[in-house]
């Protein structure tokens, strides 16, 4: 290799170090926004809290400790974390020119809103005392609320939804108890994916679910 090339390789690394940097830090911010939007990893940690055998505590005896331990680790906010993380870079890799909008229109609030409204919602299911939405909607400012109509209802989102895992789960012109259900199935169907995706990383099969 001649002295020349191995500069113009220099050249281009230093160039790519800064651009790499900032394609990181684009993920890692995509990546906090998501998760406190969709607060899977501490709501999961509050379960694992109550009790030391969740997420098999209806069957205590159909996994050794090592994957019961496996199965908490991946499930914990942290272990949820990292299972997004890689999501997001999977999708920056095909969707790189939505980041900024994407990372935007989270910041400004859409992020805050659907994280208070998830965990009003678990909160309700806990305790069964009922949760004023209004009440929590409430909380944001109008930039916030704008922000959070954009991200659920906007099409330029749409990749973002899906990213997100709620999809189309809110629609402007269904009824309140038409999106209350769809909000709670697709959370179902979040919780069911992000468990046996835990499940696989800790050589869990699946017809423990069955037996």
């Not at 209802?153 to 789960?169: F, H, K, Q, S």
Request: proline share 4%.
């Amino acid at each position: 290799m001649t002295l020349r090339l191995k500069s113009l390789l220099l050249a281009a690394l230093l160039v790519l170090a800064p651009v790499a940097s900032a394609d990181e830090a684009r993920i890692d911010r995509l990546t906090d926004l998501l998760v406190q939007a969709i607060p899977m990893g501490s709501i999961f940690e509050t379960l694992a809290d109550e009790d030391p055998n969740w997420p098999m505590q209806e069957k205590p005896g159909a996994v050794t400790k090592t994957q019961l331990g496996c199965l908490r680790g991946q499930l914990s906010a942290s272990g949820y974390r990292r299972t997004k993380r890689a999501e997001v870079a999977e999708y920056a890799s095909k969707n790189a020119g939505l980041l900024d909008q994407d990372i935007r229109v989270l910041s400004e609030g859409g992020a805050f809103l659907m994280g208070k409204l998830m965990l009003a919602g678990v909160e309700q299911e806990r305790t069964g005392v009922a949760v004023s939405e209004a009440e929590v909607m409430g909380q944001a400012t109008p930039e916030q609320l704008m922000s959070f109509m954009s991200f659920m209802t906007a099409p330029d989102y749409a990749p973002l939804r899906r990213l997100a895992g709620i999809g189309n789960a809110f629609d402007a012109s269904a009824t309140a108890e038409e999106n209350e259900a769809s909000g709670e199935a697709a959370g179902s169907d979040m919780a069911t994916r992000v468990m046996l995706a835990a499940m696989s990383a800790c050589d869990v099969p699946t017809s423990v679910l069955f037996d």
